[in-house]
């Protein structure tokens, strides 16, 4: 089973008939670091990106267009991102790669999120729900 939300699908087998909020506030940040950290590992074009997260967030996590191609063009203008376009079988599509600047965002994010995780994780188990 499956459960949508607004940024993702997101997995929910052992929640019952839990519905995802619409754009909710913990997603605030994660589709830039998925992006950033997907990237980290090689230059993709844009639907790429978007199967791969899926892929790499066993489709826990599967971001739509609406939201990856809106954070590659802000991390480009960030100067997180570089593009370039390229013919594919006559069609031009945009590649996009990390910058050392993307990376230094990669970093911080990462320490957010693991930071964050880490006290819902002993909240969790302080109140017995681990």
């Known amino acids: 089973m499956h459960c949508l939300s ?4 997101v997995n929910c087998e052992n929640a019952g008939t839990y519905v995802a909020q619409s754009n909710p506030p913990f997603m605030s940040g994660v589709p830039e670091l998925l992006v950033l950290q997907v990237l980290a590992a090689e230059e993709m074009y844009g639907y790429e990106l978007i199967k791969r ?4 967030t066993d489709e826990a996590v599967a971001l739509g267009e609406g939201v990856v191609y809106p954070a590659l063009h802000a991390l480009e203008r ?3 991102l570089r593009s370039r376009r390229k013919l ?3 069609r031009p599509r945009v590649y996009y790669r990390i910058t050392a600047k993307g990376r230094k965002r990669l970093d911080q994010l990462t320490g957010e ?4 995780n880490g006290g819902i994780s002993v909240a969790l188990a302080a109140l017995g729900h681990a």
């Open 6 to 9: 607004r940024y993702a699908v």
């Open 53 to 56: 997260i899926r892929l790499v």
């Open 78 to 80: 960030s100067g997180s």
């Open 88 to 90: 594919v079988n006559g």
């Open 113 to 116: 999120w693991r930071r964050v």
